[in-house]
């Protein structure tokens, strides 16, 4: 099949071209999907996007309009697809529901453990030759409550990993995980985790229920000076709240591989332009803010996952006229 692919990097190049093995003709482009840029996939029946493409109605029409009828998402969330639209424009969707749950987990806890023992910090100061240890000060991780919201795949690996160490583990998710109970794990309600918590872990996915959901209340409720550590979608967290928070000593330390206004930022070299996004050049300023720019999946391994599944929901789509993973429209 003829396959368009959006915000094309070298990597997704190179992981493509290894699982593809020429069954498919894949245009590499890169360029953002977006309402202007749909028509570059003219006469594509298959268009590859990623987390930051536009999906909105607009671009769905102008896809469909080019011959487009699937839409095979390198990414396990589709917060950014007007699944509604797509529907009405004739256009399946797939996604990848799983490629490197450990990667996301084990990233997670680099932010938490870098946070804590300030590595990052100190490793400035010994390229300048300060060895002083004030302001280096952390933690024992050991018997610290951690809280982990969203205890999926990546969310149970957290929890294991968190236990490993030590914690307290907490959990909040609508549906508990027999896994992370077998763990030692704890389920609350998502504003006792929020209380009891010197370290609160977001893996939950984008949903209605889960947007803000890091917002002025639920910062109140945290213990002064907790940490808060986002690898799962950005607008889960308010950051005009979370700045708050940090101005006030309410959240001790804030560790992001996401952004609610992330896409026109992540993934984009950047260094040469001055910053016009003045709340997360605000969060820049702060000593106690770890910011990493959406990679947390970014490992040899899920690269390789992800370009086979995505290969595989088009393989399926050309078969039968169905992914192998289809991203369907919740009722109304």
Same mark, same amino acid.
């Given at each position: 099949? &003829?396959? /368009?692919?959006?915000?094309a990097?070298p990597?997704d190049?190179r992981s493509?071209?290894?699982?593809n093995r020429?069954?498919?003709?894949?245009?590499?482009?890169e360029?953002?999907l977006?309402?202007?840029t749909a028509?570059?996939a003219r006469?594509?029946e298959?268009v590859c996007?990623f987390?930051?493409?536009?999906?909105g109605?607009d671009?769905l029409r102008g896809l469909a309009?080019?011959? =487009?009828?699937l839409?095979? #998402?390198r990414?396990?969330g589709f917060?950014h697809v007007?699944?509604a639209a797509?529907?009405?424009?004739g256009i399946?969707?797939?996604?990848?529901?799983?490629?490197s749950?450990h990667?996301?987990?084990e990233?997670a806890?680099?932010?938490?453990? =870098?946070?804590?023992?300030k590595t990052?910090?100190?490793?400035?100061?010994?390229r300048d030759?300060?060895f002083a %240890?004030?302001?280096?000060? $952390?933690?024992?991780m050991? !018997?610290?409550?951690?809280?982990v919201?969203?205890? $999926?795949l990546?969310?149970?690996i957290?929890?294991r990993? %968190?236990?490993?160490f !030590?914690?307290t583990v907490?959990?909040?998710?609508p549906?508990?995980?027999?896994d992370c109970?077998?763990?030692g794990a704890?389920?609350?309600?998502?504003?006792?985790?929020?209380?009891?918590?010197d370290i609160?872990a977001? &893996?939950?996915p984008l /949903?209605p229920?889960t947007?803000?959901?890091?917002?002025?209340?639920t910062i109140? #409720?945290?213990?002064p000076?907790?940490?808060?550590?986002?690898?799962?979608?950005?607008?889960v967290?308010?950051t005009?709240?979370?700045?708050?928070? #940090?101005?006030?000593g309410?959240?001790?330390?804030?560790?992001?591989?996401?952004?609610?206004?992330?896409?026109d930022?992540?993934?984009?070299d950047?260094?040469?332009?001055?910053m =016009?996004?003045d709340?997360f050049?605000r969060l #820049?300023t702060f000593?106690?803010?770890?910011? =990493? !720019?959406h &990679?947390?999946?970014? /490992?040899?391994e899920a690269?390789?996952?992800?370009?086979? /599944?995505?290969l595989?929901n088009?393989?399926a789509?050309a078969?039968?006229?169905?992914?192998l993973h289809p991203?369907?429209?919740?009722p109304?």
């Amino acid at each position: 099949m &003829q396959v /368009t692919m959006f915000s094309a990097k070298p990597y997704d190049r190179r992981s493509f071209a290894a699982a593809n093995r020429d069954r498919h003709r894949i245009d590499f482009l890169e360029p953002r999907l977006t309402p202007e840029t749909a028509t570059l996939a003219r006469g594509a029946e298959v268009v590859c996007a990623f987390v930051n493409d536009d999906l909105g109605a607009d671009t769905l029409r102008g896809l469909a309009a080019g011959g =487009t009828r699937l839409v095979a #998402l390198r990414s396990a969330g589709f917060n950014h697809v007007d699944l509604a639209a797509a529907t009405a424009a004739g256009i399946a969707v797939a996604r990848v529901p799983a490629y490197s749950p450990h990667a996301v987990a084990e990233h997670a806890l680099a932010l938490i453990l =870098t946070l804590n023992r300030k590595t990052h910090r100190a490793w400035n100061r010994v390229r300048d030759g300060n060895f002083a %240890l004030d302001g280096l000060l $952390g933690f024992d991780m050991h !018997g610290k409550v951690a809280g982990v919201v969203g205890t $999926g795949l990546i969310g149970s690996i957290v929890v294991r990993l %968190l236990t490993g160490f !030590g914690c307290t583990v907490l959990a909040s998710d609508p549906f508990p995980n027999s896994d992370c109970v077998a763990l030692g794990a704890r389920y609350v309600e998502t504003d006792a985790l929020f209380a009891e918590s010197d370290i609160v872990a977001l &893996q939950c996915p984008l /949903t209605p229920e889960t947007r803000h959901l890091v917002n002025d209340r639920t910062i109140g #409720l945290m213990k002064p000076g907790a940490m808060l550590v986002n690898t799962g979608r950005g607008e889960v967290v308010d950051t005009r709240a979370v700045i708050r928070g #940090l101005k006030s000593g309410r959240i001790g330390a804030l560790g992001l591989d996401v952004y609610e206004e992330e896409g026109d930022l992540f993934f984009e070299d950047l260094s040469g332009e001055v910053m =016009t996004d003045d709340v997360f050049a605000r969060l #820049l300023t702060f000593p106690n803010v770890l910011i =990493t !720019g959406h &990679q947390a999946f970014f /490992t040899a391994e899920a690269l390789q996952a992800i370009a086979e /599944t995505t290969l595989a929901n088009i393989d399926a789509f050309a078969a039968t006229g169905a992914p192998l993973h289809p991203v369907l429209r919740r009722p109304a």
